[in-house]
């Protein structure tokens, strides 16, 4: 079992302090970092989607007075799923499909009754129909409010949650849970996660040239099964690669302290190299320091949680770097068809 762990070495601590700055981030590109925080165990259930779609298989997150709740918002979730669609080839929307709670307090005309969503069942006076399970030895006696819901969150048990891609219904997604002594983790799901992060990244290739594309997807792929340090280590590279590039630029600036920048930690560093980076880097550098750990320094939890915020560091860097080519390559295409005209009028003379 991986545990979350603290450094408590001089130098690890004192970086510590400044990873307490990640909690006053505002900028929402960063995501939860504490959910980020994978492979450990944690007491926040994240929301549905991230369950789904960002926490790696095998992280467990403890149950605690009234989370049971979480655990039933996740089960019964009924809102859609932006995602990459394997089958389509392109990003789809993804439906529930799997049997919700169903309301009984709206009388029924015909069919069944209208799906009902956790949070309506705040309400105490609302009830549900929990749906029968083949799987299971014993069943709920219908209708229940949310309160009653409780010991049935709570047993162990595995269940899955379906959704299929709404422009074919055949086109699924699905997610296997586990609860087992009040611990809940996703242990498994089809597509892998890796599978549909890894299709969001083939953007980067052109960029990064295959090795370092390979390298990139690795530390995802890595991550999506909650390998922590291996993954942050590919991570790591390729942010460094990332800065020397920059560097290699910055140097050749009237007024560059050399000397200053190689004793720099890498927080420092980004400042350094403020006008080259993304302001986003440079605002929330403190998240950076830890690439200043050494590797025997790296806790498994710590790489896990710092995971989220350097890979969209890289992907904010190689975004402008794609957002500049394509400026350049339109910029030629004009230059040429002007000189086209060009030549037209000086025909005509
Ligand atoms: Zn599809």
Redesign the pocket.
Known sequence: MMQSRVTRTGRGEANLGSNRAVGILTIRDLGDVTTAAMGCRMSEIPDARKMFLEVPPYAEFTVGPGQFVDVLKVQFFLGTLDAH?L??GKE?VFASASPPLRDANTPRTKGSAPAITVEDLRDPFRQAQWPYSFSRNTNPINPLNLNQMEPWALEDRTFDVVFS?T??ST?RLTFFFRMRDRTFSKVGQTPSLADLQATDMAKYRKVLGDDRHREFTKAVGLHAHGVGIGAFVYLRRLFEWLIETAHALAVKDAGWDEGAYQRARMDEKILLLKGRLPAFMVENRSVYSILSFGIHELAEGQCLKYFEPVKTGIELILDEEIERRARVEKEERIRKALAAVKGELGGRK
């Open positions: 669609c089958e389509c789809g891609c422009r074919d086109h």
